[in-house]
């Protein structure tokens, strides 16, 4: 199947500081990606679809100034958090249309996202 | 996306077939069953996925009643690896370009 690479797996930061994801489509182009927060014991949940080279669409109740997201190519989006709080730890995972058809989505591995 | 239900949580000895039902009753002619599951702080993997037959691949089988209402997911030996959250999904053609909605999932704990 197809590959999506997101990094880094893991990141401590400082309250008050920007954090960048990247999520990278290895063998594929992806026109489309998402990205999706986890909280502990939690389901995955849809924060926003990047378009590449247009803005992205983001869920209701997610704040779009907080974490900017940039889908400049084919092959790369990026989430940053920004001025990131405690309560922005979590699990953020990107995920990539590509491939056979239907309409298969391939995640990345994860980022652990902890605010200090 | 049509509304699917899942148990909880299961239970299965390693080297037994662990059976996961998905009840999907309002599923429409178009939509396909899509199955993924989540080991552990990794993403989701996908499994298999069918629209009205059987599948089966190297990582297990989907089982898929005639009226399309319900499905099973079939890991014929399951081992300590594939603990893990299955999620069962229904999708059509017609979202290609849209993102995957996951539900509660069933948590699938395999023991020795």
């Known amino acids: 199947g197809a590959v999506v690479s997101q990094h880094p797996s893991r990141v401590i930061c400082k309250s008050g500081t920007s954090v960048k994801i990247e999520c990278r489509s290895l063998d594929f182009q992806a026109t489309t990606m998402f990205w999706y927060r986890q909280f502990p014991k939690q389901s995955l949940m849809l924060m926003a679809t990047?378009?590449?080279?247009?803005?992205?669409?983001?869920e209701q109740g997610v704040e779009k100034d907080k974490f900017l997201i940039n889908h400049a190519s084919l092959t790369l989006s990026t989430l940053t958090v920004t001025s990131a709080h405690p309560e922005d730890s979590s699990f953020y995972i990107c995920?990539?249309?590509?491939?056979?058809?239907?309409?298969?989505?391939?995640f990345g591995q994860g980022t652990r996202l902890t605010v200090v | 996306d049509a509304k699917t239900t899942q148990p909880t949580s299961m239970d299965c000895a390693e080297g037994r077939a662990a059976n996961l039902p998905c009840n999907h009753s309002?599923?429409?002619?178009?939509?396909?069953v899509y199955w993924y599951r989540q080991i552990h702080s990794q993403g989701p993997q996908y499994i298999i996925h069918g629209l009205k037959n059987n599948e089966t691949n190297e990582m297990a089988s989907l089982i898929i009643t005639e009226d399309r209402k319900s499905s099973t997911l079939i890991l014929p030996h399951a081992t300590l690896r594939d603990t893990a959250v299955y999620y069962c999904?229904?999708?059509?053609?017609?979202?290609?370009?849209?993102?995957?909605?996951f539900g509660k999932g069933t948590t699938l704990s395999v023991s020795s």
């Open positions: 990047s378009n590449e080279g247009s803005k992205a669409t983001y």
């Open positions: 995920s990539a249309r590509g491939g056979t058809t239907p309409a298969e989505a391939f």
């Open positions: 999904i229904v999708r059509g053609l017609n979202q290609a370009g849209t993102a995957l909605i």
């Open positions: 309002t599923i429409s002619g178009n939509e396909y």
